[in-house]
């Protein structure tokens, strides 16, 4: 069965600093893989995604994810974070149908000054 | 392009009152879908609308119910509001259900049962 894990609950870090979230997935075929990101009491953003091709993906405000098939995750990158980037960053794994799309617990992070 | 937009920002009912809550596709896109997405529990899959029909929902009571209109805009209906459905309620669009096909969510719209 599909599923999403995103094992950091929470994650804190320091602005200008370096940021990675993991994601790992199960799923038996390729699976196509979506980061979003949802401020307090928004909708979710589109961060990026991925199909197929290069395994790196570059997204907006910065963020880029690495499709690692051997380990099954899609771990998200940012090398420098900013305050504005304090959010919830959730992970998504769909294949046939938008509506089977699975979404990781997410992880919220907290950036501090 | 205008993206997917959802009314109202915020509704406060009480218990036993009915809530309809409103959701506009992105143009073009055929598919809605509703999320319920209550404190600390992540967003939990109501409903899915496409091409008028409704096609899959998730594990919610059957008072929890919408419908697609032929403009491919939606509405989920919520009845006998208990509770616990005080959350955010989100409404995320697509271009059909073809393989991969990426959601695009609303602002969504906060019901709060008192």
């Known amino acids: 069965a599909q599923s999403v894990t995103q094992p950091d609950i929470h994650i804190t870090v320091s602005e200008g600093a370096s940021l990675e979230l993991r994601c790992n997935y199960s799923?038996?075929?390729?699976?196509?893989l979506f980061w979003y990101v949802q401020s307090p009491g928004q909708g979710l953003q589109l961060l990026l995604k991925?199909?197929?091709?290069?395994?790196l993906v570059q997204g907006i405000k910065g963020f880029e994810a690495e499709f690692k098939r051997s380990q099954s995750s899609f771990n998200l990158r940012k090398p420098s974070v900013h305050w504005s980037d304090a959010a919830e960053y959730f992970c998504?794994?769909?294949?046939?149908?938008?509506?089977?799309?699975?979404f990781g617990a997410g992880t919220r992070l907290f950036v501090k000054a | 392009e205008a993206g997917v937009t959802q009314s109202p920002t915020h509704l406060i009912k009480t218990r036993g009152q009915q809530a309809t809550l409103r959701c506009s596709p992105i143009?073009?896109?055929?598919?809605v879908y509703w999320y319920q997405q209550a404190l600390g529990l992540g967003l939990q899959f109501l409903l899915w609308?496409?091409?008028?029909?409704?096609?899959n929902r998730g594990n919610f009571p059957p008072r929890f119910s919408g419908r697609q209109f032929p403009n491919y805009s939606s509405e989920l209906n919520v009845n006998a509001l208990e509770l616990e459905d005080s959350a955010l309620y989100l409404c995320?669009?697509?271009?059909?259900?073809?393989?991969?096909?990426?959601?695009?969510f609303g602002p969504g719209t906060r019901l709060t049962v008192l």
């Open positions: 995320a669009s697509s271009f059909g259900d073809r393989e991969g096909a990426t959601q695009y």
């Open positions: 799923y038996g075929a390729t699976p196509y």
């Open positions: 991925y199909f197929s091709g290069d395994t």
């Open positions: 998504a794994v769909g294949n046939t149908g938008g509506f089977k799309t699975i």
């Open positions: 143009s073009g896109h055929t598919s």
């Open positions: 609308y496409d091409e008028g029909e409704e096609r």
